[in-house]
């Protein structure tokens, strides 16, 4: 059985661009009206995009923004990292458009700025710990969720 080979990259780059970019788009269309008789035109897009947040998903916005850019080239489309909390506090602002965050907008803002936010989960990011290797010749093998939690957030600080 020969099977085609799935390409995640390139999948969730035209989710992201659908489910995140083209909503902030809506008042970027042309200003010239269309009675709707040519089906076969493209819509013509122009304007500005500005996208601040998640380190970790700035790749991934990266390319989303180049295949939209490849449909509409006429939209300026920026983007900025600066963490998680930098995009959530920006978006809630009104300083850029999207606000790109790995964590729900409850977790670095208000309950007010959060619940006034439309969270959109693009995909999911994962990260794994490396420790080297005096940390296993020294006995940890393993550490749970909890463990990584407070070492991470400074709870533990002997390990």
Not at 120 to 142: E, F, Y
């Amino acid at each position: 059985m020969i099977m085609r080979k799935f390409n995640w990259k390139k999948s969730v780059a035209i989710a992201l661009s659908t489910v995140c970019m083209v909503g902030a788009l809506v008042g970027c269309g042309s200003s010239s009206s269309d009675n709707g008789n040519d089906s076969t035109k493209a819509e013509k897009l122009s304007g500005s995009i500005t996208a601040a947040g998640s380190s970790a998903l700035k790749p991934l916005v990266d390319d989303a923004a180049d295949l939209f850019n490849e449909k509409y080239p006429d939209v300026n489309i920026t983007i900025d990292a600066g963490g998680s909390g930098e995009g959530l506090k920006q978006v809630s602002e009104g300083t850029v458009n999207i606000g790109n965050s790995d964590v729900e907008a409850a977790e670095k803002l208000d309950a007010t700025k959060a619940s006034a936010l439309v969270d959109h989960k693009v995909c999911v990011v994962t990260m794994a710990p490396i420790v080297n290797k005096d940390v296993t010749a020294s006995g940890v093998k393993n550490l749970t969720k909890a463990q990584l939690t407070d070492i991470f957030t400074g709870k533990i600080t002997n390990w």
